[in-house]
């Protein structure tokens, strides 16, 4: 089956308190985002990368490949006013459709996503359709009521979600010619909404969302090891 993966990096770096938008960042000396587009060309290199960028960053992000020499071939998709419309955007750049193509859709700044994770994703959603890597709760959770009193939430029943969420492209491209409602958090839920039921793999503990100057912090930790 051919497979592909949207690679969505919109951040604005606000949450970083600086003005280069966080997936530029270096870590080990290279921008956040190289390293997240490595993790899937080393996986499979006939995977087809689609990159979501806004507009307004792309001609610094192809100033970052000349100065890093970054090589690994990729298409462009611009960026839309939420992360809803960002994947159509990078759906519509995918040339191919139908139920032997698979989409995986990947966070920018996940650099450090497993190829185990990667590969599993792809083989279960084209067993399945649909496909998230989730983590188990580690901490004790609450839930608040609406008069500001909490209860214990029993964790074994919950899970944290990761990315690559990964689909058949027909699934997915379905899924995406729904409106946009706010409920949307993230490509499950969109599929989820147009009537398919999404499956679980394991994540990888490593594979954080990189927001925050602590998340870069733990970033330089893990290229360490």
């Known amino acids: 089956m051919?497979?592909?993966v949207i690679i969505v990096a919109g951040g604005k770096g606000l949450r970083m308190g600086g003005e280069i938008p966080k997936q530029f960042l270096p870590i080990g000396g290279k921008p956040v985002l190289m390293r997240t587009v490595e993790a899937f060309y080393q996986t499979d290199a006939e995977t087809g990368i689609v990159l979501v960028l806004?507009?307004?960053q792309q001609d610094y992000w192809k100033e970052l490949c000349?100065?890093?020499?970054?090589?690994?071939?990729?298409?462009?998709?611009?960026?839309?006013?939420?992360?809803?419309?960002?994947?159509?955007?990078?759906?519509?750049?995918?040339?191919?459709?139908?139920?032997?193509?698979l989409i995986a859709v990947h966070d920018g700044v996940r650099?450090?996503?497993?190829?185990?994770v990667i590969q599993a994703c792809f083989d279960e959603a084209a067993r399945q359709g649909a496909v998230v890597p989730v983590l188990d709760m580690v901490d004790s959770v609450r839930q608040l009521s609406a008069d500001g009193s909490s209860m214990a939430?029993?964790?074994?029943?919950?899970?944290l979600v990761q990315t690559p969420q990964t689909f058949r492209a027909d699934v997915l491209k379905k899924a995406y010619s729904q409106d946009f409602t706010e409920l949307f958090t993230d490509d499950a839920s969109v599929v989820e909404a147009?009537?398919?039921s999404v499956a679980l793999?394991?994540?990888?503990?490593?594979?954080?969302?990189?927001?925050?100057?602590?998340?870069?912090?733990?970033?330089?930790?893990?290229?360490?090891?």
Do not use: M, W
Not at 67 to 78: G, M, N, T, V
Not at 111 to 116: I, K, Y
Not at 206 to 212: D, P, Q, S, Y
């Open 2 to 4: 051919k497979k592909y």
């Open 54 to 56: 806004p507009k307004v």
């Open 66 to 101: 000349r100065q890093y020499d970054f090589r690994i071939p990729y298409i462009l998709a611009d960026g839309g006013r939420t992360r809803f419309h960002s994947v159509q955007n990078g759906l519509q750049a995918v040339p191919e459709e139908g139920s032997d193509v």
């Open 111 to 116: 650099p450090f996503v497993s190829s185990q």
């Open 153 to 159: 939430v029993d964790r074994s029943r919950l899970k």
């Open 194 to 196: 147009s009537g398919v």
């Open 201 to 225: 793999v394991p994540g990888n503990r490593e594979n954080i969302k990189i927001t925050t100057p602590f998340d870069l912090k733990i970033a330089e930790a893990l290229l360490k090891e």
